[in-house]
């Protein structure tokens, strides 16, 4: 009499040609599913980074080249416009929304990295329902009402061989990187937005100032025309040209007095302050610590500008997001697990005879999708090639910056001596003229023609002098205004196509 098998050998034996079949069925469907998968060919990114000496970058750092303070603005020695500086860093609107963003990336980051973790959820419903008698439940559960419960965990593991869930972080990374490189881009806006203002506010009330001297010099001149035409010297032509000065000058001085109120208004706007927190504000214009001029735009100027380093991070989270694009053509391969109880009726849920378990592999595999997943690479190879050329457009942008700076600063120095020598011609034939006119051996057309010389180059004096002070600012600005960055030293990585 043979031996009768055991239950357990029976089961093995049952479940062992059934495990091969499934891993057998299972590396068939990859084989297969490779070879008629939706294909990658003809889309990639087309655009180039631009190359540093193309655009007029050195090639080697200028020993020259300037080191800018992060608190550059403190150079100025001016403690109203250090409180102004650090109200507006503090208080701006503009800066709260950058920091949100960065906030909004960084939740980012974690969304996708959760997803590349172990994901495990739990379940638990109950159904109270009839089951049909001519169903696949057959009587005496057939025909009468029953609670049917299931309570179980579930499990599952994705294998990210194909590298798109890393991808796909380092893509959220790079945006993360990026919005705070636009954050510090947005400080050293904001300071230097603040500086110049100031300076702005300080040359219309120097401006102001050469007015409101004027309006007394022609005021002196008109009383002694006055006494001149009394004396019969002079007549009535002249006492009218020196009562028309007058106006002309308190017109300027009034207009100045708008200029004036609407910058204090700018400035507490900035500030993030009331329109009239400033109104007694009153800045002169002081000799600022001048930033060495390089003799050509500094080789590490990619490094030194946070809206350069902003572009270059867009260009990163780009790059992977194409990679994580064309990672989604391979298969996705994951394992799922579950284990719980289920049953007929709540008293039966937590016995023995109701647990139920399980786990397998998985692998899926677009075959055919309509192009979606094609046009979803050709969407992200274009954001690829716009970040590039986003970037490029940057660097072209600074470089042309600081050149411009540069050239001004340079050519303001030689305006100035220029103007400081017309300006001691100019004060020296006025004096002349006055002592001439007084003495009677000049007219008054003479004295108005030189005073207005002298006008003329007293204002120049002054923009020159806060024109000098404002490009100086820009010059801190277009250098980068003390940001350091580290993705300068690191190569961009762009998409190739495979």
Excluded at 133 to 148: A, C, K, N, S
Excluded at 220 to 237: E, F, M, P, S
Excluded at 303 to 312: E, F, K, T, Y
Excluded at 364 to 382: C, E, M, T, V, Y
Aim: with cysteine; net charge neutral; proline share 4%.
């Amino acid at each position: 009499m043979s031996a009768i098998p055991s239950l357990q050998t029976l089961r093995s034996h049952r479940e062992l040609p059934a495990l091969t079949a499934l891993v057998v069925a299972l590396a068939s469907t990859l084989v297969l599913t490779l070879a008629g998968c939706a294909s990658t060919n003809g889309i990639a990114p087309g655009a180039k980074l631009v190359e540093p000496a193309t655009v007029g970058l050195a090639e080697k750092a200028d020993a020259a080249s300037p080191a800018i303070e992060a608190n550059w603005w403190q150079s100025f020695g001016d403690s109203s416009l250090n409180g102004l500086v650090d109200k507006a860093l503090t208080g701006s609107p503009n800066l709260r929304v950058a920091q949100a963003r960065i906030t909004r990336a960084q939740a980012a980051i974690d969304n996708v990295a959760a997803a590349d973790g172990l994901q495990v959820t739990g379940q638990f419903d109950a159904t109270r329902q009839r089951f049909t008698e001519t169903g696949l439940v057959p009587p005496p559960i057939g025909g009468t009402m029953q609670t049917t419960a299931t309570l179980q965990a579930a499990a599952s593991w994705e294998f990210d061989f194909f590298g798109r869930n890393r991808a796909a972080l380092d893509a959220a990374l790079g945006s993360q990187r990026a919005q705070e490189a636009e954050l510090q881009a947005a400080r050293v806006l904001l300071a230097a937005n603040v500086s110049r203002n100031y300076v702005q506010l300080a040359r219309l009330l120097e401006q102001r100032d050469v007015a409101t001297r004027s309006l007394q010099q022609r005021d002196d001149i008109l009383a002694l025309i006055r006494q001149r035409v009394q004396a019969g010297l002079d007549t009535t032509v002249e006492l009218r040209q020196g009562e028309g000065a007058l106006p002309e000058t308190r017109q300027q001085v009034e207009a100045l007095n708008e200029q004036i109120a609407l910058t204090r208004h700018a400035l507490a706007a900035l500030t993030a302050q009331a329109p009239n927190a400033l109104d007694t504000l009153s800045p002169r214009l002081q000799p600022v610590q001048a930033v060495p001029l390089p003799a050509n735009v500094p080789a590490d100027l990619l490094g030194r500008r946070a809206d350069i380093s902003a572009a270059r991070w867009r260009v990163e989270a780009a790059t992977s997001d194409v990679k994580s694009a064309r990672a989604q053509f391979y298969p996705n391969v994951s394992l799922t697990g579950f284990a719980g109880f289920s049953s007929i009726g709540l008293d039966n849920l937590l016995k023995s005879d109701s647990q139920q378990y399980g786990i397998g592999p998985a692998i899926r595999l677009p075959i055919f999708d309509g192009g979606r997943l094609r046009a979803n690479l050709r969407g992200k190879s274009a954001d690829l090639d716009a970040a590039i050329e986003s970037y490029n457009a940057a660097v072209l942008d600074a470089v042309r910056d600081v050149a411009d700076q540069i050239s001004s600063l340079q050519s303001i120095e030689r305006q100035q001596k220029e103007q400081a020598s017309a300006q001691a011609s100019a004060e020296a034939a006025y004096d002349i003229a006055t002592q001439r006119y007084k003495a009677g051996l000049g007219t008054y057309l003479v004295v108005l023609n030189a005073e207005s010389t002298v006008l003329t180059q007293r204002r120049l004096g002054t923009d020159l002098k806060a024109r000098a002070l404002d490009t100086q600012v820009a010059l801190i600005r277009s250098l980068g205004g003390g940001y350091t960055a580290g993705i300068a030293a690191a190569p961009l990585r762009t998409a190739q196509a495979s």
